[in-house]
């Protein structure tokens, strides 16, 4: 199959690009688009097969759901049932926007789409290619991040073509996304409700309008978890560059670095801006944003792990951010890519 990369504009997308997006999606083809979280892989989610097909290219284990796009707040409706009277609050506030939901599925979405699980991740994304394309298609869309199973989120259209370069008909090209990180996943079937994934919408943002919210040690990136009825995706490896990523978390880890350096010279560094000042005669470096600048880090994190996996390293090391805001998303996801995690 050729894979197809369109450039579209994001703020003013051409309505002939995305009927031929939607075109593919009616078909129960397969099309990547950009959100303002991260690139999405994207199907019909009322087509079984079209679905099935996502699981398929990406190498995603079957019992890891999908989420699902929706255009307008009252699609909720159409999509899960038994839905709390704090959603429709949130999703007010928070709408469109990188704020996922958790709820009792409706009959209309297939059981693909929530790996079998009697509940339904919902969100309405604010970019408008995403928004006009489940418009003109007029179906929810199911999509998980436009990556192979395990690898960095892509935050980009060249990101998607090196992992799918044959696999998927239609690549749209927005250029890169706003936030970098995916979206906030909270389990709303829970009272009080559950943080499944920490994203681009800080929890103390929501927590200002339904009060406290859960977080579980796993929505820090600690552990694995077991279960199967909460979020099946918490189980797996995830985000991870191919060569191994080393995190150092703690005040001393400026030293702790050095002595990895002085092991293997041949390690790629990630770092913040003020870190970076600690290593400035080591090669090969990619500063990921300032720590006074969280949001510049989750811009930056994903792509700089694509980027330096690239270069002529052994491996990578990178260090931690505060936890607070957007930071809580950066650190699950380096906690989950990293193959070791070293206390300074
Ligand atoms: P991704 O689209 O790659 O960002 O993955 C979607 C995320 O949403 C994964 O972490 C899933 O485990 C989570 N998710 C989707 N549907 C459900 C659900 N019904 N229950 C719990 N977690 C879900
Ligand atoms: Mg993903």
Redesign the pocket.
Known sequence: MKTKVIKVNPFHPDQEIIKEASDLILKGELVAFPTETVY?LGADATNSNAVRKIFLVKGRPPD????VHIARHEEINEVAIKIPERVYELAKRFWPGPL?F?LYRSQKIVDEV?AG?D???VRCPSHPVANMLIIQSGKPIA???ANKSGRP?PTRADHVLEDFKGEIPLILDAGPTLYGV?ST?I?MTKDPPVL??PGAMPIEEVEKYIGEIVIPDFARGYGKYEGKA?????KYRHYSPNKPLILVEGENKVAVIKDLLKENPRSGLVLTKETATHFKDHKEMIIIGSKENLYEVAYNLFSSLRAMDKRNVEIIITEDVSEVGIGLAVMNRLRKAASKNIRA
């Open positions: 999405g890891n759901p999908l989420i996922t958790i929530s699980l509940t339904v991740a999509a998980p991040s989120s995916e996943v389990d499944l994934r909460l979020s099946p995706g918490m």
